[in-house]
């Protein structure tokens, strides 16, 4: 019993590995990192990049990535609402972004407003969200 029983840990590891091996390969070979709005909302909620970006926290490489990810944001479609409620949300953080990013005066507390959770959220996401 104990022998079948670790035997089956053990393969469902293997079966883990491969599948994540396969997901990295897939990935990398489209050469592209993916900046949907999946994506950004994990780096932000799980990462916490938007705060240590607005506090000037971030690495170089967070700032980057952050600024690629609000680029990216308008050509993403939402999951529901308007067309031209997404363009406003976005144009606004991407605006946001760049006077932060450009040092411009302000532009922290600017950032903190445009990166409102709720905003976006009460028009363009879907409750419950799908699993």
Known sequence: ???SFIFAILFLAG???IFATTNVL???AKGKKSYDIESFMHAVKDDGLHTKVIKGEATRKENKLFTAYVKAMPNNKPP???AESWAALTSALLQATTNHQN????SGEALAAAMDCKACHSNHKVYPPKK
């Open 26 to 28: 897939t990935a990398t």
């Open 80 to 82: 529901k609402g308007t």
């Open 15 to 17: 079966i883990a590995t």
């Open 103 to 106: 040092g411009t005066e302000g």
């Open 1 to 3: 019993m104990h022998r």
